[in-house]
């Protein structure tokens, strides 16, 4: 993983960082595992790290490559202050934030899929913003296969929002 980690950073990625690793798992190449462990998390979380003071906090921000590493933790309310813009936002019927929502995101083959999931006890409708334009929003029901368009959709901000049904623990 932190191998992979450190790829992503070399290529353009902001990658937050908290913890590091004290070992790798398995004793399988045990010796040469650690070593190579050693090696990437001294570039990852050694060296010269500069400060950044913004609205949202301050942080901890070293370049590597193309990308950014980010000394954690941090908070989601925080990372707007990195220039890093949220995936997913949820908002209740009067533009509040919604609590009591789970969701997922992944890309397939160029696809996003997003799975978002009501964690309450009642019905809900919500307006959703995702970081992703520039496609044709469809909605799948897990539990009958159905696939519907996205009607009440528009592009704002460089964001998709669209207004969704989620039916209570669902």
């Known amino acids: 993983v932190a191998k992979k980690i450190l790829e992503l950073a070399r290529k353009g990625a902001s990658v937050i960082i908290t913890e590091e ?3 790798t798992t398995g004793l399988v190449e045990y010796n040469q595992n650690e ?8 570039q990852l979380w050694q060296g010269k790290f500069e400060t950044l003071t913004t609205p ?11 990308g950014r590493i980010i000394r954690g933790p941090i908070l989601s309310e925080s990372l707007e202050g990195l220039d890093l813009k949220r995936d997913f936002i949820a908002f209740d019927k009067s533009g509040i934030p919604a609590k009591n929502i789970t969701w997922t995101h992944r890309n397939m083959s160029g696809t996003d899929i997003y799975f978002i ?4 006890e009642t019905n809900r409708e919500l307006t959703l913003s995702l970081r992703s334009t ?4 469809e909605l799948f ?13 528009q592009i704002k901000d460089e964001r998709t929002e669209l207004s969704i049904r989620l039916s209570p623990s669902g």
């Open 21 to 23: 690793p004290e070992m």
């Open 35 to 42: 070593f190579q462990l050693k090696k990437i998390t001294d």
């Open 56 to 66: 949202a906090g301050i942080f901890s921000i070293k370049t590597i490559g193309k």
């Open 117 to 120: 999931s009501n964690q309450s």
């Open 134 to 137: 520039g496609r044709l929003p």
């Open 141 to 153: 029901n897990p539990l009958t296969g159905d696939i519907t368009p996205a009607v009440n959709r």
